[in-house]
Each structure stands twice: as structure tokens, then as C-alpha cells.
């Protein structure tokens, strides 16, 4: 499990859950679950198109998100954000399989592209995603007090002159990077997993930011390395382990607030 073979996965896996714990974060915090299920699905045209052309997934997968993020945000501002991303959705799931109908390996491409391949990180795609984690990272360190606070108290946020719009766009750009990053890992079903499963645990457990940011962190490592070490032990996809995983600590996380509030409330009583 801790072979040579497996030491790209391990540290890519890692890079990825940090950076999906503290934007999956503010998905939470903005309630916009829709939008990071959508980006990843979004992207996955781009893979289709790089499968196509003979060129690095990744930059396809970039240009893509790229364009979901722009697209997203002006069908926003035409209509509501849940109607504008539903249309981001479809619009790009119809172009990734048009894409993927055109390559000659259509199997293996759909389950790689929306399944992951997390074995399949080699050398040289792993500066290029450690780099765009790099960034992701020093985007959430400049921004994070105006995010925090558009995302929590939006009309306060108002009232200091952050604007909405452009929080909005760096919040986007943020998940857009993320998503591309992982995307090739844990496939585009599973990036869902990891931007909002463990940071709704934490949300459950604490109303402290820091807290749930640090909570968010160990759930989200603790939720890859378990799936690594179990697809490992067992040869099932690790995207099954990633998904069950991620919805049991929801669900446990949620169980012990909602036994907590009783007991709180027996006592009172």
C-alpha cells in the first residue's frame, strides 16, 4: 500500500482533500451544493476534448471549468442561480458525450473521467496539480476574511463594501480550480463527495468557523486515506469507498448533533 508505485496517489490525494476541505467550506456556508455538483460534470467535457486531441487532460479540463465559471455567472445574472446552473449542467453533459463518442476508447474514457483513476497519476501530472493546489490555497489566504463574511453575513459585507459579485467570481474560480485538480482522481461524481461531505460533517458538529475549517481538513484526509487503503485492500473503486465514506460522516455527524439538542433539551426540561 505504501509502495513506490502508490506514491503519487498518496501525495496527490492529500493535496486534494486540503484544498476541497476549505472550499468545500464555503460551498456549504453559501448553500451552493448545486454549483459544485454541476462544475465537476461541467469539466468533464473538457477531459473528453483533451482525450480527443491527444493533449494534457488537465488543460482541458481547465478551459472547461473556465468557461462553466463564466457561463454560470452571466446565466446568473439573467435568471435565478439554480435555473442558470441546471442549464450549465445539461449543456455540458451533452457536449461530453458528443466529445467521448468521437474517441475510440469510449468506455474506459466515461468511467476514468466520471470514476477517477487515482492510480493513474504519473510524475508529470503531479507538479501541474500540486501547483494549481498551491494556488488554490493562496486564493483562500488573500480572500478568506471577505468570503467568511459574504458568505455568512452577506448584508454586512455590504455595508463594508465587498461586493457580492466579486466574491461570487472568486468563490467560482476557487471551486473551478479545485474541480479541475481533482477531477482526474476521484472522477466527477466524486469531487461532489469530497467538497461537501465532509465539510457539512463539520458543520453539524461546531458553529465555530475555525473549528469546522480544522474539522472539514481531518474529515476530508481521513475520508481519501480511508478510501485509498480500503479500494487497495479490496480492488473495488475507490470512488465507491469516497462516496459511502463521505455520506456516513453526514449522516453520523448529523445523528450525534440532532442526540445532542435531546439531551440538551431533557436537561432542561
Known amino acids: 500500500m505504501f509502495s513506490s508505485f502508490m506514491l503519487n496517489t498518496w501525495i496527490v490525494a ?17 448553500r451552493s ?32 471549468v473556465g468557461m462553466g465559471v463564466l457561463l454560470l455567472r452571466q446565466l446568473v445574472r439573467m435568471g435565478r442561480r439554480d435555473v442558470g446552473t441546471g442549464l450549465v449542467l445539461v449543456l455540458f453533459l ?12 469510449y468506455a474506459p474514457a466515461v468511467f476514468s473521467l466520471l470514476f477517477g483513476e487515482v492510480l493513474g497519476v504519473s ?6 496539480i500540486l501547483g494549481i493546489c498551491v494556488l488554490v490555497v493562496v486564493g483562500i489566504v488573500l ?27 472568486v468563490f467560482l474560480t476557487l471551486l473551478a480550480l479545485v474541480t479541475a485538480t481533482a477531477l482526474p482522481v476521484v472522477g466527477a461524481f466524486l ?3 469530497l467538497l461537501v461531505g465532509p465539510p457539512a460533517a463539520a458543520q453539524a458538529l461546531s458553529g465555530n468557523p475555525m473549528r469546522v475549517l480544522a474539522l472539514s481538513v481531518i474529515f476530508a484526509e481521513g475520508c481519501i486515506w ?24 453526514f449522516t453520523v455527524a448529523r445523528s450525534y448533533r440532532h442526540w445532542n439538542q435531546r439531551q440538551r433539551n431533557f436537561v432542561t426540561v
Open 226 to 249: 480511508s478510501a485509498i487503503a480500503l479500494s487497495y485492500w479490496t480492488n473495488w473503486p475507490i470512488g465507491f469507498f469516497v462516496g459511502a465514506i463521505g455520506a456516513g460522516l
Open 191 to 193: 469531487v461532489f463527495t
Open 123 to 128: 510524475d508529470a501530472d503531479l507538479l501541474p
Open 94 to 105: 451533452g457536449v461530453g458525450a458528443l466529445l467521448l463518442s468521437m474517441t475510440s476508447e
Open 14 to 30: 492529500t493535496a486534494i482533500a486540503f484544498v476541497a476541505a476549505f472550499v468545500g467550506f464555503f460551498v456549504v456556508a453559501r
Open 33 to 64: 451544493a448545486f454549483a459544485a455538483h454541476a462544475l465537476p460534470l461541467g469539466a468533464f467535457p473538457g477531459a473528453a476534448a483533451a482525450n480527443l486531441l491527444g493533449i494534457d487532460p488537465l488543460i482541458g479540463l481547465l478551459v472547461f
Open 143 to 169: 480572500y478568506f476574511r471577505p468570503l467568511l463574511l459574504d458568505s455568512t453575513f452577506p448584508d454586512l459585507a455590504a455595508l463594508q463594501g465587498i461586493r457580492a459579485s466579486r466574491m461570487d467570481l
